[in-house]
């Protein structure tokens, strides 16, 4: 049998990633707070970005890093991510060097079923409000 020469991946929607963007601004307007949101596709490339008014500039590239440094290792930003290199020096230094990642909370996978489908990642605040900007929107995301 010959080896097949493609593949099909499931990724994210643009309906979905608004509607992402739409529930993780509303959480941040509970919070007070002024945020980027960017959604990837399961390959790390720009599928959706807004910035609220206020937002921080550092905030859109915050933002973008921590969403492809979700899809690209499969591991939300932040504590998993912290636990993960924390007593492996090479890792503690070598994975901060990579041009796209980003340790700090806010990024996450979105999964369809068992399949990454693309990431979001949030910055805008202090790092645990970003990740609670995104867990909102993830949940919102996800049919009840």
Partial sequence: MATPLTFTRPSITAAAAQRLIDAAEGHARTLAMAIVTVI???SGVLKAMRRM???PLMA???AAKK?????GFGLPTGKPW???IKDD??????APALPDFMLLGGGFPVMAGDSIVGAIGVSGGHYSADEACARAALDALTPA
């Fill in 89 to 94: 020096p090479i890792l503690l230094l070598g």
């Fill in 67 to 71: 969403a492809r440094t979700a899809v």
């Fill in 82 to 84: 912290h636990d993960f």
């Fill in 53 to 55: 008014d206020g937002a």
């Fill in 40 to 42: 990837v596709d399961e």
């Fill in 60 to 62: 859109v590239e915050a």
